[in-house]
Every structure is written in C-alpha cells, then in structure tokens.
C-alpha cells in the first residue's frame, strides 16, 4: 500500500466515514528549530522593555486608580 498523502501542514488528508462525515486525524508536527529559544527571547526582551518604562504587571490593578465603594 503507498504511503499516505500529507498536505504542506503535515496532516493527513481527512478521511470520511460510510456516511460521509469527515474524520479529522492529525498528525503532531515539530516546532520548527530554535523556536522556542526565539520566542523565549522576544519573551526577555518584552520583559525587560516593559520593567525598563516601569509599567504595571499585565492584570494587575497596580497603578490604577479606583475608589473602592
């Protein structure tokens, strides 16, 4: 039997059942190379802009002013 077809994604084309409902079956394609050592970065550098503008915590209520009623 040849082997199955992927499409660019990686994942095998979606097979359909008897009564034609499709199947999803997905195949687990890798990170490409280096990219979570990329993301970590933009991550630091992110952190470091921000703690350098001396910026509240995203979701925290630092810095706002609200009257607790």
């Known amino acids: ?36 050592e990329q993301v970590k970065a933009t991550f630091a550098k992110v952190n470091k802009f921000r703690d350098d503008l001396n910026l509240p915590n995203p979701g925290s209520y630092e810095g706002v002013n609200r009257e607790v009623k």
């Open 1 to 36: 039997m040849a082997a199955p077809l992927k499409t660019p994604l990686g994942f095998n084309p979606i097979p359909t059942l008897p009564s034609g409902i499709a199947v999803a079956e997905p195949t687990p394609v890798p990170a490409p190379s280096g990219l979570v």
